[in-house]
């Protein structure tokens, strides 16, 4: 069974970073991009970034280019996004989740498996 476990959110301060982790089971990752989403308080979900299955390939959402960097490791089944220059508008629930495919693609609709999600809070 396919799964998707998100770790590494908290509190941190304005300009603070953090790391988020997503451990994947239960499928061959070299057929799977997996992509980062987060979801704010009274928002939609949107798409922040997404890496192709052999990591070649990666897409960011515009609020976050230059602050975030997406990495993944097939040999430990693990995909990060490390999040750095925090700002309070990042304060929201990130998922990652997966979709069988080779484009880097950052709409919510392609992907089928997620993650429960983990919280991540700026603020000072």
């Known amino acids: 069974q396919l799964q998707l476990v998100e770790s590494g959110g908290g509190l941190v301060q304005p300009g603070g970073s953090l790391r988020l982790s997503c451990a994947t089971s239960?499928?061959?990752?070299?057929?799977?991009?997996i992509g980062w989403f987060r979801q704010a308080p009274g928002k939609e979900r949107e798409g922040v970034s997404c890496?192709?299955?052999?990591?070649?390939?990666?897409n960011y959402a515009d609020s976050v280019k230059g602050r975030f960097t997406i990495s993944r490791d097939n040999a430990k089944n693990m995909v990060y996004l490390q999040l750095t220059s925090l700002k309070p508008e990042d304060t929201a629930v990130y998922y990652c989740a997966a979709r069988r495919g080779y484009r880097p693609d950052l709409r919510e609709t392609e992907y089928a498996y997620w993650g429960q999600g983990t919280q991540v809070t700026v603020s000072s």
């Open positions: 239960g499928f061959t990752s070299d057929y799977y991009t």
């Open positions: 890496i192709s299955p052999g990591g070649g390939s990666t």
